[in-house]
């Protein structure tokens, strides 16, 4: 194989290479629905809600979830390859989550400072998703959605 042979081969790789993103990046599926990738913080009383499931639902779709950590803070999941949740109108319930194995077992969610009453208050007023009485609209690419469970 002559140098210049050699020479136009590797052209011609370098030039795949670069143009296979480009070309992969336009296929997507028309019919999938416009995912926004949506983080926020969860209080109540100021203070931050940790271990809590966060569950957005579309008046359509694919709902999303999310976990909040020790600061109150969650980042929405739509699916195992999509970050964020549906480009709609959501309503919005949570779950406490059990912050131990003896937690899981006994059915009891770890208080990580929240009081047995405002637990309550909370799954009474979010806790059910045909109860809830918080919605929101996820609107754009990022978004940031403070939840005050107050």
Not at 4 to 23: C, G, T
Not at 99 to 106: Q, R
Not at 131 to 146: A, K, R
Request: proline residues 5%; hydrophobic residues 35%.
């Amino acid at each position: 194989m002559s140098q210049s042979h050699r020479r136009f081969v590797r052209f011609l790789a370098w030039s795949a290479a670069l143009i296979a993103p480009i070309a992969v990046s336009g296929c997507g599926d028309p019919d999938a629905p416009e995912i926004a990738r949506v983080t926020g913080t969860v209080t109540r009383g100021g203070k931050p809600i940790p271990n809590l499931t966060v569950n957005f639902v579309p008046d359509e779709g694919r709902a999303s979830w999310g976990i909040t950590d020790d600061q109150g803070k969650y980042e929405l999941e739509y699916n195992e390859d999509y970050k964020g949740a549906k480009v709609d109108h959501h309503m919005v319930y949570v779950i406490f989550n059990a912050g131990s194995i003896e937690g899981a077992i006994s059915g009891q969610a770890d208080g990580q400072g929240i009081s047995a009453e405002d637990r309550q208050q909370i799954m009474q007023k979010y806790g059910n998703m045909d109860t809830t009485q918080l919605e929101v609209d996820v609107t754009e690419d990022p978004q940031v959605i403070d939840l005050k469970l107050d």
